[in-house]
C-alpha cells in the first residue's frame, strides 16, 4: 500500500494481545487468567497522546475447540475495561477465533482487519504501527503498509530466528513506545532512516 494514500488520516498503533500486553499463557478462557505485564499501562498513556489504539488478536484456540468464542470476548473485553480504569482507551478490538487451516481472510498476518480499522477510523497506515511477540505481527505490519516492532517478551526470544529483512526488535512494549516516540531503544537489526520506518512524530 502506498502510504500516501492515507493522507489526512491519523496514525494508531495496533497492538498484539498475548505476550505484548499480557503474558502468553496459552488460550486464556477467563479474565482470571490475565496477567498485564508492568509495563503496559505506562506504555500505551504514552502511545495514545499521538497514535488511536487498537488490539489486534489471533486466538485460534476457538477454532480448535481449546475455548468458546465467548470466553475469548470475555478476556477481550475485560483487558479492554482493565486499561481504560487505568486512563489507556482501546477503540477496538479485531479477533480472529480461525485456526489457520480454515484458510480465513482475518488471521494475522493477513491485513483484513487493519484495513478495516483504516475505512472505520480514518487511519493512516503508513503513519502507523503493530507491536507484537510474533514475526506474523511483523508480516502484518509489512502486508499493511504500517510498521512493524518485534518484542522479545511472550514467545519472542522462541521466534526470532524465523524474522527476515529489516526488523526493528525491542526488549518490551516500554521500549517499543520509546522507539516510536523517540527513535531510542532498538535492540535489533534495523538502520533504516526516520524517513523510511514511518516515524510519525520526528523531534
Ligand atoms: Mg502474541
Ligand atoms: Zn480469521
Redesign the pocket.
Known amino acids: 500500500m502506498n502510504p500516501t494514500s492515507d493522507v489526512g488520516g491519523v496514525p494508531a498503533v495496533f497492538l498484539d494481545r498475548d505476550g505484548t500486553l499480557i503474558e502468553d499463557r496459552g488460550s486464556l478462557r477467563s479474565p482470571a487468567q490475565v496477567v498485564f505485564y508492568e509495563e503496559t499501562v505506562p506504555s500505551l498513556r504514552r502511545l495514545q497522546k499521538g497514535f488511536r489504539l487498537f488490539i489486534v488478536t489471533n486466538q485460534s484456540g476457538v477454532g480448535k475447540g481449546e475455548l468458546t468464542l465467548e470466553e475469548a470476548r470475555w478476556v477481550n473485553a475485560h483487558v479492554v475495561e482493565r486499561l481504560r480504569e487505568h486512563g489507556v482507551d482501546i477503540l477496538a478490538v479485531y479477533c480472529?477465533?480461525?485456526q489457520r487451516s480454515?484458510h480465513?481472510?482475518?488471521?494475522k498476518p493477513l491485513p483484513h482487519f487493519l484495513l478495516q480499522a483504516a475505512r472505520d477510523y480514518r487511519l493512516d497506515l503508513g503513519r502507523s504501527f503493530v507491536i507484537g511477540d510474533h514475526p506474523h505481527d511483523v508480516e502484518l505490519a509489512r502486508n499493511a503498509g504500517a510498521t512493524g516492532i518485534y518484542l522479545l517478551t511472550g514467545h519472542g526470544r522462541k521466534h526470532q530466528t524465523e524474522l527476515s529483512g529489516n526488523v526493528i526488535v525491542t526488549a518490551n512494549i516500554q521500549a517499543a513506545a520509546d522507539w516510536i516516540l523517540t527513535g531510542t531503544g532498538a535492540v535489533g537489526i534495523p538502520l533504516l532512516s526516520t524517513k523510511e520506518v514511518g516515524r510519525s512524530n520526528p523531534m
Do not use: K, L, S, V
Request: with cysteine; net charge negative; aromatic share 0%.
Open positions: 480472529c477465533p480461525h480454515d480465513c481472510a482475518c488471521i
